[in-house]
């Protein structure tokens, strides 16, 4: 069982930055992949940025270069930097956490075991 714990989340003006925080513990897997997921009210589930243990990342298009996914796998941290927050931002942000069978990083969802409760991540105009 692995537990993920998010934290970081907030309320920001357009423009503003947030850093997001996750730590997984638990039974790890040696090989595994982690990402960031978030949902907006009435909205499916999208990936936003991807990690694998190698340090390869991935971002959904429309937050590239304005997110950063970074990782520690000694202390088993996800970090997500977000800058020019956006209102069309606004949504619960998961971490989530699977095992990693050769391809690395992944936006879907349907690759990942394990998620956390999430964090809600507000941007007003």
């Known amino acids: 069982q692995v537990n993920l714990v998010e934290s970081g989340g907030g309320s920001v003006q357009a423009g503003g930055s947030l850093t997001l925080s996750c730590l997984a513990s638990?039974?790890?897997?040696?090989?595994?992949?982690m990402g960031w997921f978030r949902q907006a009210p009435g909205k499916e589930r999208e990936g936003v940025a991807g990690?694998?243990?190698?340090?390869?990342?991935g971002y959904a298009n429309s937050v590239r270069g304005r997110f950063t996914i970074s990782g520690d796998n000694v202390r088993n941290t996800l970090t997500l930097r977000m800058n020019s927050l956006q209102p069309e931002d606004t949504a619960m942000y998961y971490c989530?956490?699977?095992?990693?069978?050769?391809?690395?990083?992944?936006?879907?969802?349907?690759?990942?075991?394990?998620w956390g409760q999430g964090t809600q991540v507000t941007v007003s105009s």
């Open positions: 989530a956490l699977g095992r990693d069978y050769g391809s690395g990083w992944s936006l879907r969802d349907s690759t990942y075991n394990y």
């Open positions: 990690y694998d243990r190698d340090g390869n990342t």
């Open positions: 638990g039974d790890i897997y040696r090989n595994y992949r």
